[in-house]
């Protein structure tokens, strides 16, 4: 299994920039495609981003589009989360996950996919 420690969160004001960082430990990183999910209070859990194994294939909630950016880096077994013109409602807590998947440009979108789970940041952008 794989264990993950999310870093980076914090207050930031609408418009600006924050780069979550994801830690993993454990087993091979690369065997995972990862994702970013958010809760904000009394909100369910929802998809913000993935990313295959290989780093090739990358998807995003339409609300995030063109804000933030997926990367990870398979030799420091890292995920990150570029968010940037953060608004208020990207006010949550951010999880990272990991879907331990066979095929290298494989990525999904589903809380259900994922299996391991990092304990969250709070992220607070204020308006």
């Known amino acids: 299994q794989v264990q993950l420690v999310e870093s980076g969160g914090g207050l930031v004001q609408a418009g600006g920039s924050l780069r979550l960082s994801c830690a993993a430990s454990?087993?091979?990183?690369?065997?995972?495609?990862m994702g970013w999910f958010r809760q904000a209070p009394g909100n369910e859990r929802e998809f913000v981003a993935a990313?295959?194994?290989?780093?090739?294939?990358?998807g995003y909630v339409d609300s995030v589009k063109g804000r933030f950016t997926i990367s990870r880096d398979n030799a420091k077994n890292t995920v990150y989360l570029r968010m940037n013109r953060v608004k208020p409602e990207d006010t949550a807590v951010y999880y990272c996950?990991?879907?331990?998947?066979?095929?290298?440009?494989?990525?999904?979108?589903?809380?259900?996919?994922?299996?391991?789970w990092g304990q969250g940041t709070q992220v607070t952008v204020s308006s």
């Open positions: 996950a990991a879907d331990p998947v066979h095929s290298s440009d494989y990525l999904a979108e589903t809380i259900g996919a994922y299996d391991y």
């Open positions: 454990g087993r091979t990183f690369s065997a995972y495609a």
């Open positions: 990313i295959s194994r290989s780093g090739r294939n990358t």
